[in-house]
């Protein structure tokens, strides 16, 4: 049998294909392997800087805590509430050091300094809290990552305090020395305050003083001539057709009349104030005549009046003046019988500017001197020998020279209440609220 034998190899189909595609794989490979290092690297990159920005954040909001707790540490606004530069043009570059800003107390780990923070207080508005600008900045692990954060904290300084316990109208409660409100929870038939009047009709012996101040305005016997005979009692009124159906007292002249009421003040205070009377006329006023006076001519220093100071005073004729001892006259068109206003007088020291307001608008205004409260007279002039026709709804008086917000929130309290077109501009309107507004 013959044998075939076959050359098995095959050099010519053998070129090195698997030694090209293994390096092809490798250097896929290899390309591949960089390419999750460089993401790895760059997450490891955004892993850090998510943290220092979480810890420079964190930073910032402990910030902003400790300010507002330092702010809360405080009992006056006028405290000094330390170095501020929060209107610089960037802040961000700004160097925040202890001349402009002031660096927290606590301890904090991982960041590479303590935040700071700048404490503005702003100007008050109305009768509202004291409001701060809080301006902080945190840094995380380094000084490279910074954040900035910005709030408005609000205080009502003094809670703990006296004064604290003082209430005016609006929230209003700074400064506030007498508010009169004719509300039938105020008036009572016996000097000592304990018998309310529940009757129209009904005497009032004394108007409780509802700011806190006990300065509650009795019957009195006061007279010049020493006589000792007493002033007429007011009478406590509530209809449909006066001041907006809200309750009033009613002061009457003449015979058997002649009402009045008066408190006496341990302490005389002077300077600055500003004084609010919601009044609707009853009969024309004659010289003289006055809804208000802070003392006798006598008592010490200068007292002033609230009337009339023309033979007449109609809604066609005459004047009505806040007459100063001292000082100048502020004169104003007066009512007429069935006007219901709200005459505004407001004493400035500081300015030497004195400035009448009916119905929430300005006027008349005039320099003036320093006046004098010794006693609270209640539709009886300086020389106590005039008695007036006329209404009171409401009496409120401040110690200060309340900012024109402060004056627009009272006005529009005063306004809402007894159905009186205001005039006040120069802030924005409904910003009280109902309870401000109607605090009963």
Known sequence: MSSIHRNLNYPDNQRGWVLVVGLVILVMLTILS????????????????????????????TALLAAETFIESKTDPASDFGPSADEHENLFTLAWTDTNSKEIDWALQGVTSKPRYMIKKLKKIGCTPTVFRVTVRGTGGTNNRATLLRSHYAKVFGVDSVASKLKGPAGCNEGIKLWLDANERYLFSNIDCTNPTLDSDGNVLCWKDRSGNAAHVVETT?????????????????????????????????????????????????????????????????????????????????????????????????????????????????????????????NDVNSNINTAYIDGEATASRTTGSQTFKRYLIGLNRNVNMHANFALAELVLYDRALDNCELRDIHEYLATKYGISSEAEGCPAGRLSWEQLFPD
């Open 34 to 61: 960089m390419a999750l290092m460089k993401t790895t690297r760059l997450e490891e990159k955004m892993a850090g800087a998510t943290r220092d920005m979480n810890l420079s954040f964190q930073a910032a909001e």
């Open 222 to 346: 006061i007279h010049r001539s020493g006589l000792t005979t007493n002033h007429g009692n007011p009478q406590y009124q509530r209809d449909d057709v006066m001041l907006n159906g809200k309750p009033y007292v009613l002061f009457k002249k003449g015979a058997g009349e002649n009402d009045a009421l008066e408190h006496s003040l341990l302490t005389h205070w002077g300077g600055a104030h500003s004084l609010f009377l919601v009044v609707q006329q009853t009969g024309n006023l004659r010289k003289f005549e006055s809804y208000f006076s802070s003392g006798l001519k006598p008592d010490p220093g200068s007292q002033f009046q609230v009337g009339c100071l023309s033979t007449w005073c109609t809604d066609t004729s005459g004047v009505l003046a806040y007459s100063p001892q001292a000082g100048g006259r502020l004169t104003i068109s007066p009512a007429g019988v069935g006007q219901k206003r709200i005459y505004t007088l407001h």
